[in-house]
């Protein structure tokens, strides 16, 4: 499975070889490189487009991140944080890095629905374009797409593509930061989607770089502002309901709310986690309103499955036991189609 080295742990390899001397071709044939991730980036998006950023820079590259929208202030303690461009704010200039990019790397997403803005510029730019991602059901808009749902996050098939391309060497503790933050925040500190030993190994080697996972784990995690904590407080106190027959909880933040409490990117990334603290509960659900959708995520506790909720309802999918989505309406009408979904699993 694994082979011992002088200097690493060699894990099995799980990219298609085609797939890969295609994407490293790519890469090598490219100079100006974009780097995207998806709308309301996570710790995922921001570690992975910010450690591959930075390993295509030590390989020569002029690179660029550019993300839908602003990465929430909780990772600015990552490297690279001041250089992102959020295409809320810099549309011109990001345009302008597509119209001149070689290639456009699509990270931690599997459309181009989950750009918001962003899409049609990727989509009419005539750059090469590769995606690694570890959602279901890829889109087919990539000239080489990297898609294995099995990865717990992109920063771990980020480290695997990498090991896979010979570039275990140019891993450096800022790299080794990013991955890490991204494997860590997608699976809720290794609280869910976590049982595979190879996970940890990967842990491992990214901690003889250097990597100090409790000073992460705080700065990701448990560092937040008061406005948060505030909004968190009433989230729980006044908003969230108990199904007990479904063993379900629903938490619904309205734009009233947010702006009550005023709102960033990032400040409910936790939320819909915590209810799976009352020990009734074993399916959480967090419906949250934007501009023109409702941002649904899951979360559950054993085999109860929302990945396939979120897909067969909200437009979403991802993990067993982490999904989300997008509803393409009203609250109330997510509200409803919430409780329908509630009613049909009484029946069965």
């Not at 994407?23 to 100006?32: D, F, V």
């Not at 570890?134 to 695997?160: A, G, K, Q």
Request: hydrophobic share 35%; with cysteine.
């Amino acid at each position: 499975m694994w082979l011992n080295t002088d200097d690493y742990i060699m894990l099995k390899k799980v990219i298609d070889t085609e797939k890969l001397l295609k994407a490293k071709e790519l890469i090598h044939s490219s100079q100006n490189i974009v780097i995207t991730c998806h709308m309301s980036p996570d710790g995922d998006a921001i570690g992975s487009s910010n450690g591959f950023a930075l390993l295509l820079k030590k390989l020569g590259k002029n690179v660029s991140v550019a993300t839908p929208d602003q990465a929430p202030y909780d990772l600015s303690f990552l490297p690279e944080f001041d250089n992102l461009i959020a295409y809320t704010r810099h549309p011109g200039k990001i345009n302008s890095l597509m119209k001149s990019a070689d290639l456009i790397i699509c990270l931690d997403y599997n459309g181009l629905n989950r750009v918001a803005q962003m899409a049609d510029t990727i989509r009419h730019s005539s750059a090469k374009k590769l995606m690694i991602d570890h959602h279901l059901h890829p889109d087919d808009f990539c000239d080489v797409t990297i898609s294995l749902p099995e990865m717990t996050s992109t920063c771990e098939l980020l480290y695997r593509f990498i090991e896979d391309a010979d570039l275990l060497d140019k891993i450096d503790l800022p790299i080794a930061e990013c991955i890490y933050t991204g494997m860590m925040t997608d699976t809720g500190n290794f609280s869910y989607n976590s049982n595979k030993h190879e996970l940890y190994l990967i842990v491992s080697e990214l901690v003889k770089k250097g990597v100090d996972k409790d000073e992460i784990y705080k700065l990701a995690i448990r560092t937040t502002s008061e406005k948060r904590m505030r909004l968190t407080g009433y989230a729980l106190s006044q908003k969230m309901e108990i199904f007990p027959e479904n063993n379900a909880s629903l938490i619904v933040l309205n734009k009233d709310d947010l702006k009550r409490f005023h709102y960033q990117s990032g400040d409910t990334e936790t939320l819909s986690n915590m209810p799976l603290a009352i020990p009734e509960v074993n399916w959480s659900t967090f419906f949250r309103e934007e501009k023109d959708y409702i941002k649904v995520s899951m979360r559950s506790d054993g085999d109860f499955a929302v990945n396939t909720l979120c897909s067969e309802y909200f437009n979403g999918g991802g993990h067993v036991n982490a999904a989300g989505g997008e509803f393409k309406g009203s609250m109330e009408e997510a509200i409803a189609t919430y409780h329908k979904i509630l009613e049909k699993l009484k029946s069965k």
